[in-house]
């Protein structure tokens, strides 16, 4: 098994710029989310989707937008990137019922000029 | 929405000592708190969880405890090691749709030799 699998690892974008994050899960994982980490600031969330068809915010889902393609895909889009955005992007995935633990990816660093 | 504090932001030890990590969360219907370990460059990955109807759980070197009524859970490393060496993140699951996991804002621990 592969886990959690996003792509791409690296992305260097000038501001004003778009693209799209992959994230797909083999773990037939009900629950998919997308966090960014930055310095001192932990992991924040920017949407979940809790089953495939619905998409929901997090805490910081402006500038952004996404799509849970089918059970394991879930892509997250930068319309117009602004430097604000220079982050590592992580995508997740969990059950919903019982734990809540989640599986991450290895992480995308985008950097916005 | 639920709110977690971390504290301290960086935790210096020495080989062999105890290090404690401490976590307050906002919102009494959370019921799960896990704990994430991330290492440098890597993804995160839980270590240890509790749920709201135990007191403290412990695995081998690590135990995590929970005061519901002062919102207050911990993580304790005894007998620390240098691949301890890493940044600690808490989180606490929100009841109620797509299993949202809020984390805190991480500690940095190191384990000096």
């Known amino acids: 098994n592969a886990g959690v699998t996003q792509t791409p690892k690296f992305q260097v974008l000038k501001t004003g710029q778009s693209m799209t994050l992959q994230c797909a899960q083999d773990?037939?994982?009900?629950?998919m989310y997308w966090y960014r980490q930055d310095p001192g600031m932990g992991l924040r969330l920017i949407y979940y989707s809790a089953s495939e068809g619905t998409t929901d915010k997090g805490e910081v889902p402006n500038g952004y937008n996404v799509s849970r393609l089918n059970k394991r895909e879930f892509s997250l889009r930068l319309e117009s990137a602004a430097p604000s955005q220079t982050s590592v992007y992580f995508c997740?995935?969990?059950?919903?019922?019982?734990?809540?633990?989640?599986?991450f990816g290895e992480g995308s660093r985008l950097t916005v000029l | 929405g639920e709110n977690v504090e971390q504290h301290p932001s960086t935790l210096s030890v020495q080989e062999g000592d105890s290090a404690v990590i401490k976590c307050t969360y906002s919102?009494?219907?959370?019921?799960?708190f896990p704990w994430y370990k991330q290492e440098l460059g890597k993804r995160p990955q839980l270590i240890i969880d509790?749920?709201?109807?135990?007191g403290e759980k412990k695995d081998q070197r690590i135990a995590v405890t929970l005061n519901k009524t002062a919102k207050h859970f911990s993580l304790h490393i005894t007998e620390t090691q240098p691949e301890d060496s890493a940044v600690y993140f808490c989180a606490a699951k929100i009841t109620g749709g797509g299993n949202k996991l809020t984390f805190g804002t991480g500690t940095q621990l190191k384990v000096e030799l």
């Open positions: 509790i749920r709201s109807n135990v």
């Open positions: 773990m037939n994982h009900n629950s």
């Open positions: 997740a995935s969990g059950r919903q019922e019982d734990t809540g633990e989640l599986f």
């Open positions: 919102d009494s219907a959370s019921n799960y």
